[in-house]
């Protein structure tokens, strides 16, 4: 049995179980299966994130019981989910102590009661396996439906790099349990609201390819957010347009923040090369095929340094000039 399980069986106090800003569905799927667990064996837990729950994940059951971070309130426990660390809850988390359940190479670590698989699709795979040890029968379809949720996201609804059985087994798993994957696959893919569809128009705009179709990148100005009535957080899968380009080896969106000169990054790969390098450059991180940071400095600026970054690493990866 998991080091995490019997330390959560015989943990008395206040649980706060939360997640990276900029929320994604397998950071949120996961905070919600193991809050819902917990309930259910009794504990005192809650579950809190720094941003807005994204609206294509308002579905997800429990979801209306998220709070917000920071808190002034103090737990005993802490558990940051799908994170590097804790620092990437983008503020401050009051805990006597911290464990870490992720599938992300590097991070922090706290303890023996850290569970990081990094070789698992998603860190709802992760959580999915301590409850299965745990108790598999107390997974009920709600659970089931936030860890699935996580999975096919994750995966790319099963096309990225790290999909191997295991993903099959658990969403075979899961489906068993209640899921029903076309209705999760409707509220996650299909419920674009109007004003996103704009949004996504204004970025197609921006749409270029450097240095023969190798890379592809689109720009997300804070004028579009704006001129549109749209968030951050609706850009979910917008860089998974240039990542379709045939020929494009590295996907990037370049996303304004609201701090003048800041720049949010997603890039995405199709295997060949590891995105996951690029983003650690930066000072971010991921995975092989997915990974983020954040770059300082003028549009023009940003995009010099980023394409560069990537032409270097094509041509270091694939051991060819670009």
Known sequence: MLP??????????????????????????????????LKKKGKDVDI????????????????????KLPTDKKYDLGIIVDAAGTFRA?????AD???????????????????????????????????????????????ATNLYTGLITDTGSFRHNNVDERSFELAEFLVKKG??????????????????????????STLKTYDNGKIAGMIVERDFLKETGTKEEDTEGFVNYPRSIDGVDVAFLMIEREEPNTWRV???????IDVRKIAT????????????????????????????????????QKGVTV
């Open 97 to 143: 102590e911290f464990i870490r359940i992720d599938h992300h190479i590097g991070g922090e670590f706290y303890g023996g009661f850290d569970c990081v698989d990094t070789t698992a699709p998603s860190t709802t795979y992760v959580v999915a396996n301590i409850l299965r040890d745990w108790d598999e029968e107390a997974i009920d379809k709600e659970i």
């Open 266 to 272: 997603s890039l995405r790969g199709k295997g060949d």
């Open 179 to 204: 899921v029903d994957p076309a209705y999760v696959a409707k509220m996650v893919f299909e419920r674009n609201k109007p004003n996103v569809i704009n949004l996504l128009q204004k970025s197609l």
């Open 48 to 67: 809190a994130m720094k941003d807005d729950l994204p609206y294509v994940l308002n579905f997800l059951p429990d979801s209306d019981k998220i709070k």
């Open 281 to 316: 450059y930066f000072g971010g991180g991921g995975h092989r095929d997915a990974a983020g940071c954040r770059i300082r400095g003028s549009k023009e600026e940003v995009l010099e340094k980023l394409v560069g970054k990537i032409k270097e690493e094509i041509e270091k």
């Open 4 to 37: 995490i399980i019997n330390k959560l069986k015989n943990h008395k106090g206040s649980i706060l179980i939360f997640t990276h800003e900029n929320p994604d569905a397998d950071g949120i799927g996961s905070m919600l299966a193991l809050y819902r667990f």
């Open 90 to 94: 983008g503020t401050d988390v009051n």
